[in-house]
């Protein structure tokens, strides 16, 4: 059996069994033999996740089930420096730090994926919302979607890292 018609009937499989346990998924990135598929997920999923990767500042990928489903996540509503910007890695670095060995647990807003079919979710570990976090930590800048649950708590989080001089902010005077 090739592996191309493998892996169509194992991604079958999965979204039959996803279906019948309340939730589905489709491909939204499948490059190479190499790299995973990874997943879009469709609705809020009230379980937790295990962190695989940190992407960057601002993205993960996650980890469920006895199938290993994987998931990009993009935190909503904010934006990390990007790989060669000052900050880039001690955003990534942060965000490792915030996630090692915990579980995660996933929490959908009004917008639910961004134009690269990431899903977009807030990323709580224990009582803490880590795009806030991040945020008020110096670490991220507000990406405002109008009209998110944390559109305040993400506002007066940016105004404090600024007024405390953190992280992104120690340069801008």
């Known amino acids: 059996m090739r592996a191309g018609s493998t892996n169509s009937i194992?991604?079958?499989?999965?979204?039959?069994?996803?279906?019948?346990?309340?939730?589905?998924?489709?491909?939204?990135?499948?490059?190479?033999?190499?790299?995973?598929a990874v997943y879009e997920l469709e609705k809020t999923i009230d379980e937790s996740y295990a962190v695989s990767r940190v992407v960057d500042g601002d993205t993960v990928d996650v980890e469920q089930g006895i199938e290993?489903?994987?998931?990009?996540?993009?935190?909503?509503?904010?934006?990390?420096?990007d790989r060669g910007e000052p900050g880039y890695n001690d955003a990534k670095e942060k965000l490792k730090e915030l996630i090692a060995g915990r579980e995660v647990f996933l929490e959908r807003d009004k917008d639910?994926?961004?134009?690269?079919?990431?899903?977009?979710?807030?990323?709580?570990?224990?009582?803490?919302?880590l795009n806030i976090e991040l945020v008020r930590l110096g670490y991220a800048k507000v990406y405002m979607h109008k009209g998110l649950r944390y559109e305040r708590q993400l506002l007066e989080a940016e105004q404090e890292a600024r007024q405390n001089k953190r992280g992104i902010w120690a340069d801008n005077k």
Request: glycine fraction near 8%.
């Open 10 to 36: 194992l991604l079958a499989v999965t979204a039959v069994l996803g279906v019948s346990a309340g939730y589905a998924v489709r491909t939204i990135q499948e490059k190479s033999a190499e790299k995973p």
């Open 68 to 81: 290993v489903l994987l998931y990009r996540i993009r935190l909503l509503g904010i934006n990390a420096r």
């Open 112 to 129: 639910n994926t961004d134009r690269y079919g990431r899903a977009l979710r807030y990323i709580i570990v224990g009582s803490k919302n």
